[in-house]
T-cell receptor
């Protein structure tokens, strides 16, 4: 199956620091990428959807100025958590899908963020 | 709006059969998927049903009834390594970019 990578896998930072997470599709062109957040023992919650070259569409309640998403190419999307605070500590997972709406969504391995 | 309902927890013994149900309500519907997630890991794709009926892949099978907005994941010959959370997910054709929405997850515990 298709492979999606994320970097870093784990990050610990001080409060107020900005953190960038990269998501790459390694063997296919990801027309659409999705960013999810998962708190312990909870489900995956969609934060935003991005199409290559377009502005991201954010879910209700997700601050676009705090969670900056860039989908600059068909293989790379980045999520930047601006001025992270302890409540932003979570498991962030990206997902990528090819051009067809019928195609499977593949998930990256996730990035565990801990803000001290 | 959209919602997916699935049981929060299921416990079974090794070798048994378990069925995890999922009912959904969406404005549009492209298909029902199932994902497995072990603690600390990312979700891994198990199955996808776009049409009514049963799809079998090894020990796992998935069923869909679009008229009932219902599906289930069937796990046979349970093994200890099957202990994980299982999420049903629906691709909502009425949502932006037909994105995938997840249920709350069912935590399966397999006991010896």
């Amino acid at each position: 199956g298709a492979v999606v990578s994320q970097h870093p896998s784990r990050v610990i930072c001080k409060s107020g620091t900005s953190v960038k997470i990269e998501c790459r599709s390694l063997d296919f062109q990801a027309t659409t990428m999705f960013w999810y957040r998962q708190f312990p023992k909870q489900s995956l919650m969609l934060m935003a959807t991005s199409n290559e070259g377009s502005k991201a569409t954010y879910e209700q309640g997700v601050e676009k100025d705090k969670f900056l998403i860039n989908h600059a190419s068909l293989t790379l999307s980045t999520l930047t958590v601006a001025s992270a605070h302890p409540e932003d500590s979570s498991f962030y997972i990206c997902s990528a899908r090819g051009g067809s709406e019928w195609e499977t969504q593949y998930f990256g391995p996730g990035t565990r963020l801990l803000v001290l | 709006g959209q919602s997916l309902e699935q049981p929060s927890e299921v416990t079974a013994v090794e070798g048994a059969i378990v069925q995890i149900n999922c009912t959904y309500q969406t404005s549009g519907f492209y298909g029902l998927s199932w994902y497995q997630q072990h603690d600390g890991g990312a979700p891994t794709f198990l199955s996808y049903n776009a049409l009514d009926g049963l799809e079998e892949t090894g020990r796992f099978s998935s069923f869909l009834s679009r008229s009932d907005s219902y599906g289930y994941l069937l796990l046979q010959e349970l093994q200890m390594k099957d202990s994980a959370s299982y999420f049903c997910a629906v691709r909502d054709s009425g949502a932006n970019n037909n994105d995938m929405r997840f249920g709350a997850g069912t935590r399966l515990t397999v006991k010896p």
